[in-house]
């Protein structure tokens, strides 16, 4: 027995030497170093574990990121492990690959196993070493000299973690998303204009501040611990902070070691400040301590110029001061308010004019100027109203004896600009602002009653005994806060909005629960006698979702009380009937009466008035009906002699020129039968809608084709500008007879542009046939073709590089809606600079269809016997075997990008000998790393380089060589307009099939050309040889 509990225990003692040895080995094996010859791969898991395993560095699988990695510094023994450093934010590894982190070539790098380098920063040392420390920085010193060469503290992502130094280098800029990792919208960093104070732009805009860089505002939105934290001092002073922008007080538990504390700047926009709180007691975690901003109206001016911000506002966040109106209307509906508010009538314009007095505003521009001299507020308002200019917008004055924040600050202060980042009832370092306005622009009259603070008191609303109609008066206004009350017969309570137009108001009621169909509250009871009616007593607005709101209408009131005639003046053709003992009412004129909703006396017809006009009506219509008659009459008169006149006339002609005569029938026969024919589908022709206009009216509109009218002219016949009756300009193409443009273009192009309806496409208004006249007509572009700009170098200085990019841009759009987005798919087949027109805004138009082609169904690629196009945009295949697709247009497309952002055709002389065109020209600077000299010397000042870096690259993809490697419509609108830094892929070498193909010796495939010149183009029809 005792052998075998001797036995027992010898076991017993042998597992826990095993485990103590395993637990040994796994502490040895995790390390805290990274060197050159020892770096991390995510295949094995390696890590880095600091010292006293506080932190983690290793390779990161992101939820809501499977197919990248990360590498990243994340807490080790805290759970769940929150992330604070990305390495390669932007630059994420592919899942498939294998990735490793450390030192190479002397840069801290992570790459892959092909060698692949995704991201390095250079050290400047050939010897060093990484290491990870507890306070969670990455730091790398010189093997020799122990300097510090590069550290993830001063280099940090969203995350500021104790020891870290908040200077003016230092940025945390936010994650994309929550599982998103890359850079994203907002940026914390210090503010340059104020002393500790701290600043969030949201695409360089102000998101939030910490404070205003001005004597006027002492107000800190920062919380004291959160000041202390950033400023990396240890010695916390106390175990409790105030926030300034609440009375309440945030107890927060601080303990000696301040690593358990961490500020995030969050991908929602806001800061938010963590501490760890220990388990000891409860249950372990991070706690969110403070954030900022808290609310809508925390966010730096959330309300544009002269918008003020509340969050108890039922409708929306923000409002514009009464007085002033949204900038935007349709961005105010969709509830974006940084546009702000503009006033309805103009300060200084001759109209009577008032001060709105705003009590407990938080405003965020200094004042202009202060005048410290100045004694009382009387005198104050005078400096404001006598400041040259009209540049007084609003003042404060401010009394020595009132105390504030940092003590008393006497003086009058003026704003000559615009107020902004304004908020109501804000109880820290608020001020009184009175705000200059015109009294028309409230509806102000005699006897409205004043505003309340930003609440305008539309007449009969009464707030005191002077003012509105008395049977209104449930209304009290506290003048202190500008908060507006509503009494019934029990309580009081807060009116959140009053809307004049609609004649409604609404309360909040504090009760629980909400059902529409309840009776009416005890607390809402009001007299049976009284105007207002509840419409709705479980109103829900838009920032409340609980309603538990009321909402209420008023009655029409009656006419205005008066004591004197002068009373009435505000309502014009009314008189007063009072007496000397009792008030009277301004009853309206004679042949007026009272309207209670215009609160206006309008005008009525009297009876004799109503027959008397009745009977000069009919007498009218009479006297109309006859003379109409007589000129009917006279007008078939007229055309009946015309006619037979005509017919006489038309009888010795046919017989002089009888052949002439059916020779023209017969080609006006076949056009028209050609558009007519049954090559075309049935459901082709329903929706084709094009008028045919007669050579007269065509002829009277060019002036006979006069030269002065004359736009152009290009291969298949000039363009003329035509002015038809009411000042209509149109654009007219006179198709030559010898033109290569037949019968088949000239019906190609009438149903298919009668078929394409897009923004970036000519529109074709009509079409003429007349013997041998085959005209069309399009909507008349102003700035006529691309070529004239661009290859002018006079007219190029007005094309800078944002409108070069929109033509780019909208060139694009049009070719996706005729390869994709059409009912038809289209492939035009002779897209170039010449066939690009621009309007009065310079927005791009693709025009002349005429060589377009239609393919069927799901299919991009078709084959001709007959080549047509122009030298310098046809694609190879297309040039050389006849086949084209929608990738033929692509070539063309790539072309007039090259050619947009140069400045040069495509068929110029070029100084080289191996660039015989632009595109080898072009090719030769991209090899040679130079693609920006290409740019058109004329954007050098305009142009943004990324977005030309990005058209020459797409446009070298678009003239690649092989049909298949240039990307679709969609694909190059895609890379044009994508924000992400996306790399894009590398162009194989361009076709030079233009210049090659005329220095080529002829080829049994090309016995036959016909050309024709146009703009200094050479457009070819070319037919096989049989």
Same mark, same amino acid.
């Given at each position: ?63 809501? %990121? ?16 929150? +992330? ?9 590894? *592919? ?66 973690? *104790? ?5 003016? &280098? ?52 920062? /919380? ?75 966010? /730096?001016?959330?309300? #544009? ?29 969709? #509830? ?38 100045? %004694? ?14 009209? %540049? ?5 004055? =401010? ?80 003048? $202190?806060? #500008? ?6 017969? !029990? ?36 007299? *049976? ?9 479980? /109103? ?35 008189? @007063? &009937? ?30 004799? $008035? ?30 009946? @002699? ?10 010795? $002609?046919? !017989? ?13 026969? =076949? ?5 007519? $024919? ?141 390869? %994709? ?24 138009? +693709? ?15 078709? =084959? ?17 075997? #006849? ?12 072309? +007039? ?100 193909? +005329? ?28």
């Amino acid at each position: 027995m005792i052998c075998k509990s001797h036995a027992i225990y010898c076991l017993h003692l042998l597992c826990s030497l095993l485990l103590s040895l395993c637990s040994c080995l796994h502490y040895c094996a995790a390390r805290d170093t990274i060197t050159a010859r020892n770096p991390i791969n995510n295949t094995s898991n390696e890590t880095l574990i600091s010292d006293g395993k506080r932190f983690e560095l290793r390779f990161l699988n992101i939820s809501g %990121q499977s197919s990248s990695r990360y590498v990243g510094i994340q807490y080790y023994t805290w759970r769940p492990p929150e +992330i604070v450093w990305v390495f390669n934010r932007d630059n994420p590894l *592919p899942d498939s690959a294998t990735g490793f982190f450390g030192i190479k070539n002397g840069s801290l790098a992570l790459w892959d196993e092909r060698g692949n380098i995704y991201l390095s920063t250079n050290l400047g040392s050939s010897r060093s070493t990484a290491k990870l420390l507890d306070s969670g920085n990455l730091v790398v010193r010189d093997d020799q000299s122990g300097k510090s060469l590069w550290e993830s503290f001063n280099n940090p992502t969203d995350t500021f973690l *104790p020891g870290m130094n908040m200077n003016a &280098n230092l940025k945390l800029t936010s994650w994309a998303g929550p599982d998103d990792p890359k850079s994203g919208n907002f940026i914390f960093q210090q503010n340059e204009d104020v002393k500790n104070g701290y600043i969030v732009f949201k695409s360089d805009k102000a998101h939030w501040k910490s404070r205003e860089p001005n004597s006027f505002n002492n107000y800190s939105n920062l /919380y004291d611990a959160v000041a202390v934290f950033l400023n990396s001092s240890s010695n916390i002073q106390s175990n409790a902070g105030t926030n300034s922008n609440s009375s309440k007080t945030i107890i927060v538990p601080v303990r000696n070691n301040s690593n358990n504390s961490r500020l995030l700047m969050h991908s929602i926009g806001q800061v938010q400040y963590f501490i760890w709180i220990d388990g000891k007691t409860g249950s372990s975690g991070w706690s969110l301590i403070w954030f900022e901003p808290r609310d809508g109206c925390s966010v /730096y001016n959330a309300c #544009g110029d002269f918008g003020s911000c509340k969050i108890n506002n039922n409708r929306s966040l923000c409002k514009c001061l009464p007085g002033f109106k949204p900038t935007s209307q349709e961005s105010w509906d969709s #509830g974006d308010f940084s546009s702000g508010c503009t006033r309805k009538s103009a300060i200084c314009g001759g109209d009577k004019e008032m001060f709105l007095n705003l009590n407990m505003m938080k405003v965020g521009k200094p004042p202009d100027t202060l005048l410290s001299e100045v %004694q009382n507020e009387m005198g104050c308002r005078k400096e404001c109203l006598d400041i040259d200019n009209c %540049q007084c917008h609003a003042y404060s004055f =401010n009394e020595a004896s009132n105390p504030r924040r940092d003590g008393p600050r006497h003086g009058c202060w003026i704003w000559k600009s615009v107020l902004n980042n304004l908020q109501e009832e804000y109880a820290t370092d608020a001020h009184n602002i009175s705000v200059r306005v015109v009294a028309s622009s409230i509806g102000s009259t005699n006897r409205s009653c004043e505003t309340c603070g930003t609440n305008i008191i539309p007449y009969p609303i009464s707030t005191g005994p002077n003012c509105g109609d008395p049977m209104y008066k449930n209304f009290i206004c506290d003048y $202190s806060t #500008g908060q507006v009350s509503f009494q019934t017969l !029990r309580g009081t309570f807060q009116v959140i909005n009053i809307n004049p137009e609609t004649r409604k108001f609404v309360i909040k009621v504090k009760k629980e629960g909400c059902d529409a169909k309840n009776s009416e509250p005890k607390d809402l009871q009001l007299s *049976p006698l009284s105007p207002f009616n509840i419409l709705n007593s479980c /109103y829900s607005g838009m920032q409340s979702g609980n309603g538990n709101d009321v909402e209420f209408d008023w009655n029409s009131p009656s006419e205005p009380l008066c004591t004197l005639a002068i009373d009435c003046m505000d309502w014009p053709n009314s008189s @007063c &009937n009072a007496t000397r003992d009792v008030k009277g009412r301004c009853h309206c004129n004679a042949n007026y009466q009272w309207n209670g909703t215009a609160l206006a006396c309008t005008q009525v017809r009297s009876r004799g $008035s109503t027959q008397s006009g009745s009977s000069n009506w009919k007498t009218r219509v009479i006297l109309f009906v006859v003379l109409s008659m007589f000129v009917l009459l006279c007008i078939i008169s007229l055309i009946f @002699c015309r006619r037979r006149m005509a017919a006489r006339r038309r009888g010795s $002609s046919e !017989r002089r020129e009888g052949s002439q005569a059916l020779r023209m029938y017969d080609m006006e026969r =076949n056009v028209k039968n050609l558009i007519d $024919s049954s090559e075309f589908k049935e459901d082709d022709k329903k929706g084709i809608d094009v008028p045919f206009f007669d050579l007269e009216s065509i002829l009277e509109a060019t002036n006979y084709f006069s030269d002065e009218n004359k736009l152009g002219e290009g291969g298949f016949g000039p363009v003329y500008k035509g002015i038809f009756p009411g000042g209509q300009e149109i654009a007219i193409k006179r198709l030559s007879s010898h033109s290569g443009q037949g019968l088949e273009e000239f019906k190609n192009e009438v149903v298919l542009i009668a078929k394409l309806q897009h923004r970036n496409l000519v529109r074709l208004l009509g079409y003429c046939i007349k013997g041998d006249e085959k005209i069309l007509l399009y909507e008349y572009m102003a700035n006529k073709s691309l070529d004239t700009f661009i290859f002018d170098r006079t007219l190029c200085l007005s094309l800078d590089w944002e409108k070069r990019f929109n033509i780019i841009l909208g060139i694009a759009r049009g070719l996706l809606y005729l390869h %994709q987005d059409s009912r038809l798919r289209i492939i035009h087949r002779d897209l170039k600079t010449s066939n690009i027109l621009l309007d009065e805004e310079m927005n791009p138009k +693709i025009s002349d269809f005429g060589l377009a082609r239609i393919v069927k169904g799901k299919e991009t690629e078709a =084959n001709t016997m007959r080549i047509v196009g122009t030298y310098g945009y046809m694609s190879p295949e297309y040039a050389l075997d #006849g086949l084209f697709s929608v990738k033929s247009d692509i070539f063309s497309f790539g072309v +007039i990008m090259l050619e947009i952002v140069s400045g040069k055709k495509n068929t110029g002389f070029y100084p080289s000998k191996e660039a015989l065109n632009l595109l080898g020209y072009a090719w030769r600077l991209w090899n040679e790393e130079k693609a920006l000299d290409l740019t058109d010397q004329t954007l050098v000042e305009s142009c943004n380089k990324g977005e030309v870096l990005k058209c020459i690259n797409v446009g070298f993809l678009c003239v690649q060589e092989d049909p298949s490697d240039r990307p679709n419509a969609s694909n190059v609108l895609s890379m044009l307009t994508s924000e992400t830094a996306i790399p894009l892929p590398n162009p194989k070498e361009p076709a030079f099939v233009a210049k090659k193909w +005329i220095s080529s010796e002829p080829s049994s495939s090309f016995d036959k050309l016909e050309t024709s010149y146009s703009n200094n183009e050479l457009t070819v029809s070319i037919e096989p040889g049989r």
